[in-house]
């Protein structure tokens, strides 16, 4: 007698599975939008409206026009175990290294987690407005249950999301003014410190920083920017304000900032940038405008680039250890995984300067005139 093999039915599939992760999106009260759902389960809209009117029958959600799908509360769930082998990492922009290094760099997180038994999965947004962030934040964050979350080069907004809801979480790189959450960095309040010893070791007294304006910079910045100004107080007493050049990160606002810190009777000799491709522009604008390097302006970076040692002369800058650094980074948040939390406080890792060529102390040609006409872009 031949037996009859039930098959089960896409659709009916995705129904279990997501009556089996309901839990997991009860403390978001809705439901991720169509599109996230469509690719964690790798179905069409079509299929995915058909699951979610099944649900609805079933008393489980309930479609709300232009809004989406809302969780009902007649229905018992069952919260399942959190996974703790699985791990979610979060990147909105990349500020402070290419694009092909940052991700060089969270494939290395990656690596080291799947060598110790842990699995990542990695999920980019970028250009969020105000408006929709925190309700595609709760979409990401409801369709991965995970047992911690990676941020990297996140916004301050997103940092206060996931520190008010208490969501386990490690910060790759600095946490912003009044966010409690652990968080692993370069020391660049110390790198700062050193760069302006260091051009005043070599004789500069009109040192100047290259920075993003408030508006635009994230945590590393705003501790630079500390270092750059204890380092002046401590050199050079409460006289005189220091020098910071703020821009809106981009190369038209790059050769302003330039252009108004030149423009003075007396202009810089030293100059310190933040990021990487800002030192690049910079570099070009001011070898554009007839300035030497270092002859004329000597020029450091605070972030490290292979485009920094292939440029000529090639930029003095501060490197770390990114394999050492991914090691750590991996190992605490298995340890934020397994405890379900960290103590609040930032861990530490030190750079390495790089001399390059542009470095020197200051020589006779920079007293020459500066005008700010000649230099303003069109």
Excluded at 169 to 194: F, K
């Amino acid at each position: 007698m031949s037996t009859m093999i039930k098959r089960e039915s896409l659709v009916a599939q995705v129904v279990d599975i997501m009556r089996r992760d309901l839990p997991c999106y009860k403390r978001f009260k809705w439901l991720p939008g169509e599109r996230v759902l469509c690719k964690r389960f790798h179905v069409s809209r079509t299929t995915l409206r058909t699951v979610l009117a099944k649900l609805q029958r079933q008393g489980f959600v309930q479609a709300v026009p232009s809004k989406g799908y809302r969780l009902l509360q007649t229905k018992a769930y069952h919260l399942p175990q959190r996974p703790t082998h699985v791990i979610g990492s979060l990147q909105e922009d990349f500020f402070t290294v290419s694009e092909s290094q940052s991700q060089t760099f969270i494939r290395n997180i990656e690596h080291t987690l799947n060598t110790l038994g842990y699995e990542m999965i990695i999920e980019s947004c970028y250009h969020l407005c105000e408006r929709d962030r925190y309700q595609r934040l709760a979409g990401i964050v409801a369709a991965h249950p995970v047992a911690c979350w990676a941020l990297n080069s996140v916004s301050q907004s997103t940092q206060r999301w996931f520190a008010q809801r208490k969501i386990p979480t490690l910060v790759l790189g600095s946490c912003y003014p009044g966010i409690d959450l652990p968080n692993m960095e370069v020391d660049y309040r110390a790198v700062c410190r050193h760069a302006v010893g260091m051009l005043w070791r070599l004789g500069h007294r009109r040192i100047a920083l290259l920075s993003l304006a408030p508006y635009k910079y994230l945590g590393g910045d705003m501790q630079s920017e500390l270092g750059f100004i204890e380092g002046w107080h401590k050199l050079f007493g409460k006289s005189g304000l220091p020098l910071i050049l703020e821009h809106d990160g981009s190369k038209v606002g790059i050769r302003r900032a330039l252009t108004r810190g030149l423009a003075g009777s007396v202009p810089f000799t030293a100059l310190l940038v933040l990021h990487s491709s800002h030192a690049l522009t910079a570099a070009g604008f001011l070898l554009q405008k007839g300035f030497r390097l270092p002859a004329d302006i000597s020029l450091v970076c605070r972030c490290d680039d292979d485009a920094l040692t292939w440029f000529v002369p090639s930029i003095a800058h501060y490197t770390y250890d990114r394999n050492v650094f991914a090691r750590r980074f991996a190992r605490a948040l298995i340890q934020l995984a397994s405890a379900g939390c960290l103590q609040t406080r930032p861990r530490l890792m030190m750079a390495d300067f790089v001399a390059g060529e542009t470095l020197a102390p200051p020589g006779m040609a920079t007293g020459r005139s500066f005008s700010p006409h000649r230099s303003c872009p069109k």
